[in-house]
Structure formats: C-alpha cells, structure tokens
C-alpha cells in the first residue's frame, strides 16, 4: 500500500497536486463488505487518470468517496487543500447512463446545475455558455430539443456540457460511455480529451476497457478486489494529443498487454 | 466492388421487388367505430330480445325505446332548466367540491408519507388501515357530523378520493432513480430543490393515476352519500324514481351520471397530457 503511494507520488512530479487520497478505506456497515481499503493518489492538476479493476472491485464505491456523495471510514480526502466532506461545487460527476431529466429541453437542462447553485436569473444568464458548450460537442441546434428525441451518444454529450457548465475542477466520470456503441465511444473519448485539455480540467475516469483507460491517461490505476485495493500504478508516457491511430503503435500493445496480465494476475489470486 | 455488383446484378433476386404485405385479420381492419358500434348494436338488439319477449319483467328491465324516450325527456328537463337541473347541480357542486378536497388533502399527506421518514414509518400504516375500511360505512357518521346538507356528501365524496390520490403520490416520490439522487447531491441541491425539481415532476405521471382513480371514486361517494345521507341531489332522483319503480328513469339518470364521470376523467386525462407531455408513450398506453 506504502509503494503504491509512492509510485503516485512520482508518476508526475512536479506539477500541482488537485486531489490527494491518503489511506482511503470504506466498509459498507449494512453488509459489512470492506469495498476499499488503504487507497491512496495524487492528482495533479489538468492530468488524466483512470481506474481500471474487475467489477466489485470498488471502484463506484472510490468515485462516490471523492465526489462527496458518501463518506470514507478510514483515510482522508483533500480537494484544492479542502478536505472533502460532502458534495463540492469545484467537482463534475458524470454517470454510466446519461441523466437527463425530460420535462427539460436540452438547454434547460445543461442549466440545470447554475439553476440550482445560483436560481432561474443565473440560469438564464449562462445560457450563452451553455450555447457555447452545445457547440464544443457538436450539438448545435438541439438546444430546444427534449432528451426523448436525442440519441444515446447525443444525450452523453449534453450530459458532458452540463458537467462542465460550472466550470469544476475535477471531472469524475464513472463509465461515462460504456452504453455506446464501439465507433461512437472512441469519438466520444477524443472529444473528452479535447474538452479536458482546452479547459485544462483535471479527470478521473473509471472504465473497463483497458484501451479506453490507455488511450486517454497520464496514469491508470489498476485494482485487485476483494477488499478493493490499487495493485498497480501505470504511467503512460504515450505522447500528446493522443490519436486513435496510436492504438495501433507497438508501444501501445505493450502497455495494454501490460495492463492486461496485471489484471489477469489479479482476477485469479 | 465491380466484381461484386456484376454478381448481385444477375442474380434473380436483384430483379423483383420483394415486396409483401404482413397478413392481417380482415377484422382489425375494420375502423374502430365501426367495431364499437358493432358490438353497441347487438347489445340493444340482445336487450330488447329480452325484454320484448318477456323474459324479463319491464319492472326490473325497461325497453330500450323506454329508455331511449326517458333519456331525451330527462334530457329536455336539464335544458329547459327543469327540476332536474338544481339536482344535477348540486351532485356537480359535490363531486366538484369533494375532488378539490381530495386533491388538496391527497396531495399534501402523499408528499409527507412519500418524503419525510417519519411519514412513512409513523403515519402510512394508519393510512393504509384506514384505506382497507368500507368507507362507505362511514357515510352516516357524516351524517351526523355535517347534516343533511351537501357538506356530508362531500366529506365522503373526498373520503373515497383520498386514498388513491396519496398512494399515487408517495410512490411517485420514490420512482426517483439512484442517479438522479446522486446528481442533484452532486450539484448540491436542497432537500426542498430536490424534491421541486426532480421528484415531483418524476412522480407526475403516478400523481395523474391516482387523481385518474380518486376522479371514478368521488363520483361514487358523492352519489353514495345521497343515497345515504338524503338531500336534493341526482343520487335522490335515482333513489325516489326507483321507489316509484320507474326504472327507464333510473337507466337514463345513471347514464347522465356516467356522462358526467367520463367527463371528469376525460378532463383529468386532459391535463395530464398538457402537464406530462414528457411521457407520451406511457399516457397513450394506460388509458386505464
Ligand atoms: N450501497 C452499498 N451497500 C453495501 N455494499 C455495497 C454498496 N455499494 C457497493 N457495495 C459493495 O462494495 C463492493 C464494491 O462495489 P462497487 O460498486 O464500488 O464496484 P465497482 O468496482 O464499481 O463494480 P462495477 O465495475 O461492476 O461497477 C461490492 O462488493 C458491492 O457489493
Ligand atoms: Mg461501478
């Protein structure tokens, strides 16, 4: 657990740390399930991490910890010096299904989160950012569409806006594409690369798909279940921007190779 | 792609349509009125066979040209503005005055039971006693508690309605998915936000089935506590016309009352699709 710390620590150096994770440990008190035990990272700032593991392995479990949504049992959690103790307004979640509510156009609910930080004046008023993002993702002219009427790829994408509407520090996306389709995934994961490094955001993404995880990291994480724990820290020095041709570089076959058999070794133990 | 295209062109199947049709029941294409009035026709037949014939005593069944007659002449009574008209006015005024309770108090208990915990552990188990009592049993407690006037038709008129009203709601609070509740967290919305902005509109479409049902049932009570409870009200006219056995007057005063019920939930239905219009498939599908 130790040398996992420190190989966090030097994965990237010299630049600022955003999050930091000392020894985080979650057993659930219902079933006595320990999901989390001795996790500990740095995120440094504008860099591009995900976590990779088995399912039930804990990683939701992790995410929900450092969006504030449930507090650890053990272990400390530090955002931009503040210790996380409840839901943060410098932190974007984005979930596996796309939440949209229906009753609200497109627009409407990109606002959403202005609307209730800030009331309808607020909302209103950002609604040119809320443009400006529709556009980023390509979604212009679907402003006053319902969510009915957007396709699954669409609907992620409107998700994203409204995520980054508030401009937070930290993009916390759990599986944010798994429910799309291979060819539309890829789009997606290069739009988020862009998005990220335009605005400079720093992410945390969970997934399970080793190639997703490598195409868009600084660091994977890579988890061993039972109580969930991170088993490896791989640097991904590929360089940037990232491409999807790079997925077929030998360099890259051996990282996911690499990624590949640790998870393996993991799985079976 | 030339090769491949030579190939499709000279194989047989590139040469003819293959267009067909599904096979469908020559009965399901026959217009829906059509259909409806089919089955309207033979019921009046089947009805008057039994009547003409003598099967049945006209006492106990009236003709349908009986019936037919009495209809245009209650009819012609409420729009000349007859005797039956005041009646026809107070019931409305019950079942008005009844739904609005019911949606008031419906409403406001539903979000309590469906919101708060302690509603839920403390105050649902009393309600849902209550809910499996004969409520109509209750019609001469009202009675006695609010006179003869309409104040005790509507109480039981509201009694009835209640009930869906508050189901419909509390399970529509808790329709409400996992992630949604995590992202109104995450956005760091208010008890007050949350339940405004997500759980109530979430909870709508529930909301308008239980005012759908409460709508059929202060129909009954308010007709019930006529029954029951006396006054000058259409539920009066039924009972002094069945007294007197007329009953093709007892057949076309509860026509008209079916019309008025279908009215209510027609117009329920009205505004739930002004309301929910979010919802389409389901609305169109569950026209209960
Ligand atoms: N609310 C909860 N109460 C009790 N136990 C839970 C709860 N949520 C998760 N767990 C348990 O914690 C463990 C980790 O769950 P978690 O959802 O974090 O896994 P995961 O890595 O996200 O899996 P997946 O890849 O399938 O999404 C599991 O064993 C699960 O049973
Ligand atoms: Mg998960």
Not at chain 1, 22 to 47: C, D, F
Not at chain 1, 59 to 76: W, Y
Not at chain 1, 171 to 194: G, I
Not at chain 2, 8 to 28: M, Q
Request: hydrophobic letters at 50%; a positive charge; glycine letters at 8%.
């Amino acid at each position: 657990m130790q040398a996992a710390a420190a190989m966090t620590d030097q994965a990237t150096p010299v630049r600022e740390p955003v999050y930091q994770l000392r020894n985080v440990g979650k057993t659930y008190a219902r079933n006595a399930i320990t999901a989390l035990e001795g996790v500990s990272m740095t995120l440094t700032k504008g860099s591009f991490s995900s976590v990779i593991g088995s399912s039930g392995c804990g990683k939701s479990t992790l995410l929900k910890i450092m969006s504030g949504l449930i507090p650890p049992s053990t272990g400390r959690v530090v955002l931009q010096g503040r210790p996380v103790t409840g839901p943060r307004r410098d932190i974007g979640m984005m979930f596996q299904q796309a939440v949209l509510f229906p009753w609200r156009t497109t627009l409407e609910n990109i606002v959403l989160p202005i609307e209730i930080r800030d009331g309808k004046a607020a909302a209103k008023a950002a609604e040119v950012q809320a443009r400006e993002l529709l556009e980023l993702v390509g979604l212009k002219g679907f402003e006053n569409t319902y969510p009915s009427e957007l396709s699954g790829g669409m609907a992620q994408r409107a998700s994203i806006c409204r995520m980054l509407i508030t401009q937070p520090a930290v993009l916390l996306l759990d599986e944010p594409f798994s429910a799309l389709d291979e060819l539309t995934r890829d789009f997606m994961n290069m739009e988020l690369q862009r998005i990220c490094t335009s605005r400079g955001a720093t992410a945390f993404l969970v997934t399970h798909s080793i190639q997703e995880a490598v195409i868009l990291s600084d660091v994977v994480y890579v988890m061993k279940p039972r109580p969930g724990r991170v088993a490896e820290v791989v640097p991904i020095d590929l360089p940037r921007p990232r491409t999807l041709d790079m997925m077929t570089t030998p360099k890259f076959g051996a990282l996911v190779e690499h990624i590949r058999s640790a998870l393996d070794k993991e799985a079976f133990k | 792609m030339s090769n491949l295209e030579t190939i499709a062109d000279r194989s047989p199947a590139a040469e003819d349509d293959t267009v067909w049709t599904e096979h469908s029941s020559w009965i399901d294409r026959v217009p829906r009125a059509i259909q409806m009035l089919f089955v309207f026709v033979v019921f009046v037949l089947l009805w008057d066979t039994v009547t003409r014939f003598g099967f049945v005593s006209p006492i106990i069944l009236p003709t349908p040209l009986e019936t037919f007659n009495d209809l245009i002449f209650v009819g012609k009574n409420l729009v000349t503005g007859g005797y039956m008209l005041p009646a026809l006015w107070i019931t409305l005024k019950e079942v008005f005055y009844g739904f609005l309770l019911a949606i008031a108090i419906g409403f406001t208990l539903g979000v309590i039971v469906g919101e708060t915990a302690f509603g839920e552990r403390a105050i649902m188990p009393y309600l849902v006693a209550i809910d499996t009592m004969p409520k109509v049993a209750f019609a001469p407690l009202f009675v006695a508690w609010l006179g003869f006037d309409i104040d005790s038709k509507v109480a039981l008129a509201a009694f009835i309605a209640t009930f869906p009203i508050i189901v419909g709601t509390a399970a529509g609070l808790h329709a409400a998915d996992t992630n949604s509740r995590n992202l109104f967290k995450t956005m760091g919305a208010t008890r007050w936000q949350t339940l405004v902005k997500m759980k109530l509109p979430m909870a709508l479409p529930q909301v308008f089935t239980g005012l759908k049902i409460g709508s059929v049932g202060v129909m009954a009570g308010a007709i019930t506590g006529e029954f029951l409870g006396g006054g000058k009200g259409f539920g009066e006219l039924i009972r002094t016309a069945a007294s007197q056995l007329n009953t093709p007057r007892v057949f076309s005063l509860i026509l008209y009352l079916s019309v008025i019920g279908l009215g209510l939930f027609a117009f329920v239905s009205w505004v739930q699709r002004r309301f929910v219009f979010w919802h389409k498939e389901r609305v169109s599908a569950g026209g209960e």
